[in-house]
């Protein structure tokens, strides 16, 4: 049986003899962990910086437009905010000023976009107060919550959990993040949607039902937050299809436009 005081001699030389191969112990305290294999982090730019923003968790709110509950076939003066989750590499990073090629999905004949602001948090908590929301948010950006229609509306009848309908490989379009630091917050702005020119949607972010601080609050009640985690703020009314060649222009003030082509 090896002692405490062996095993811990053990170590001093194990420290030892790394030192000699010009291994600090400071830097083998900050290796990478002796992983499989590596699994690439999710990155978005930050606007205006070389830093880049780690995701953590993507937060997405259903149904935070009035007009857009009706359409979905909810009253949205009884109902409680809902959340959903998106995998974190559902990212797809659209750069300001370009039109980035974006594939149609398998499994779909009704792909829906949904033009929504996004809350990037710089830290996090449980039962965070209304009050102190604000403070956890670095800063936004313009995204798109794509939407496989046709199977959310499917499972959602069946009673069956309609992830598919919203999780999936780049189902999240997003521009640069603006921090809050350089931009300030959001208030009335105007966000907006066009497909081919023609306007599809269009509202200001005062007609959210729960604001963003009472998102994060709400978020909060059932998880904890924390820095890296993202929040899709909900889409306007008039969500609507897609179809192969389709040029989606998203406008939202104060931010530089976002576009794709679906392919
Ligand atoms: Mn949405």
New binding site residues.
């Given amino acids: 049986m090896i002692s405490r005081r062996d095993s811990l001699k053990a170590g001093l030389v194990a420290i030892a003899a790394s030192a000699t191969v010009g291994v600090s112990r400071e830097a083998s305290a900050h290796d990478a962990p002796n992983t499989l294999f590596t699994v690439e982090p999710t990155l978005i730019p930050i606007a205006n910086s070389t830093q880049q923003f780690p995701v953590r968790r993507i937060y ?3 149904r ?1 437009y009035a007009a857009h509950a009706r359409e979905m076939g909810s009253d949205p003066t009884r109902e409680p905010p809902f959340f959903f989750q998106k995998p974190t590499d559902a990212i797809q990073y659209v750069a300001p000023g370009k039109v980035v090629d974006h594939p149609y999905p398998s499994l779909t004949k009704n792909y829906h976009y ?1 033009v ?1 602001l996004v809350a990037a948090l710089k830290s996090g908590g449980k039962d965070i107060s209304i009050e102190r929301a604000l403070d956890h948010v670095y800063g936004y950006a313009l995204g798109l ?1 794509m ?1 496989r229609r046709d199977l959310q509306r499917m499972l959602g009848d069946q009673k069956k959990p309609w992830e598919i309908g ?1 999780s999936f490989d780049r189902s999240a379009p997003i521009g640069p993040i603006y921090p809050v630091s350089a931009l300030g917050s959001f208030s009335k702005e105007t966000i907006s949607l066009a497909v081919n020119g023609v306007i599809k949607q269009r509202a200001t972010l005062d007609q959210m039902i729960w604001s963003v601080a009472e998102q994060i609050s709400k978020l909060s009640e059932a998880n904890e937050l924390f820095a890296g985690d993202i929040i ?1 703020s ?2 306007p009314e008039n969500v609507g299809p897609v179809v192969k060649g389709d040029v989606i222009l998203c406008k939202l003030d104060r931010l530089p436009d976002l576009s794709i082509k679906i392919t």
Avoid: P, R, S
């Fill in positions: 997405c709110i259903g935070n949904e929504e919550d939407t919203k899709y909900g889409t």
